[in-house]
């Protein structure tokens, strides 16, 4: 079929200028520099210029309520601009939501059960929409560098079980080949330990299954935040949607790219926080409870519907009339776009 597209997709990125967090306070967001400070030692990994995707492994046992695998979920946020490559773990993730922070910037709500990685990272600071998008998967752990003190109170309120990389470090590292921040890696093992072994997932709304009926083509996704920009590609060879970040293929440090079975576009409301950063810009929070559009991408194909969840405990349901839109197997990435953001599928 043609292609669709629900808008002109700009794809200029703003130039940041931001200052370095400070201890403790929530981290701002940091634009990829063209030098290392002069204490920073260079980093030893490798970017394949043609990478191989490697298809995720398929989920465990599962429960009629969710493909997350048996095992405990751990959470983590990810850093999602150009200093943070290559990231750990994210290639074995279950749900990875991209999510808007300050300036432009995005960064990555990451959740693993069915396979667990032993390191993950940069692990990077909470935001208060992180409560929300956490509540239907139960009390899992949640791990973090850090936050603002009023970001913290609003994480204190939450059902997750909150892991800071506060002063006692526990589950955490500071890698020597990664500049600051980008450095801050999480030890899953040591993690969920403290969390005191963190619990399997309840119910977030994913249902599985064959495709539904119908649809049309939907080969790519794309939509660009003001300075972040995204790229979901389908190969046939592996059936999953080939990660593209800012332009450049998204690689994971075992060289594999981050791919996705199910792109879910959830066009969501958003407002401007009291908190702020470092740098005093105010941080977006996204409505994830309510009703919106959505769009769904599996298998080369897109269904057009809406999301809803009743509450921050109920599942999100994604319908297209009366069918359910069902995730096909395998890992599943959720594009938080603001309303009225292009997206181009096609």
Request: glycine share 12%.
């Amino acid at each position: 079929m043609g292609r669709r597209a629900r808008g002109v997709v700009t794809l200029g990125i703003t130039a940041l200028a931001l200052a370095a967090c400070s201890s403790g306070g929530q981290q701002g967001p940091h634009p990829t520099s063209t030098s290392s400070p002069a204490s920073s030692p260079a980093r030893s990994t490798t970017t394949p210029s043609r990478p191989t995707p490697a298809a995720p492994a398929a989920p465990t046992a599962q429960t009629a309520q969710t493909r997350l695998g048996g095992g405990p979920v751990l959470a983590a946020k990810i850093d999602n601009t150009s200093a943070s490559r290559p990231r750990l773990g994210v290639g074995r993730a279950d749900v990875v939501y991209v999510e808007p922070v300050e300036a432009g910037l995005t960064r990555l709500l990451v959740l693993w059960s069915s396979s667990m990685p032993p390191q993950v990272g940069p692990v990077r600071s909470g935001r208060e929409t992180d409560v929300d998008l956490l509540a239907n998967y139960g009390p899992v752990a949640f791990a973090f560098s850090g936050a603002s003190a009023g970001t913290l109170a609003t994480l204190a309120t939450g059902k997750q079980v909150n892991l800071s990389n506060d002063a006692s470090g526990v589950g955490f590292f500071r890698s020597g080949n990664r500049r600051a921040p980008y450095n801050v890696i999480g030890d899953t093992r040591a993690l969920l330990a403290r969390a005191g072994g963190s619990v399997r997932p309840v119910d977030p709304g994913f249902r599985y299954g064959a495709a539904p009926a119908g649809g049309t083509r939907g080969t790519t996704a794309r939509t660009a935040w003001a300075a972040s920009r995204i790229e979901l590609s389908y190969d046939t060879g592996t059936h999953r949607y080939l990660v593209t970040t800012d332009g450049r293929a998204d690689i994971d440090a075992d060289g594999s790219q981050h791919a996705a079975a199910t792109v879910v576009v959830q066009h969501v409301s958003t407002t401007l926080s009291a908190n702020t950063d470092v740098n005093g810009v105010h941080s977006p929070l996204a409505t994830v409870v309510g009703r919106g559009a959505v769009d769904v991408l599996r298998d080369g194909r897109a269904w057009h519907g809406t999301w809803s969840r009743t509450s921050a405990a109920a599942p999100t349901r994604f319908v297209s009339g009366s069918t359910t839109l069902t995730m096909a197997t395998g890992p599943v990435w959720v594009l938080l776009v603001p309303v009225g953001q292009a997206v181009a599928i096609g």
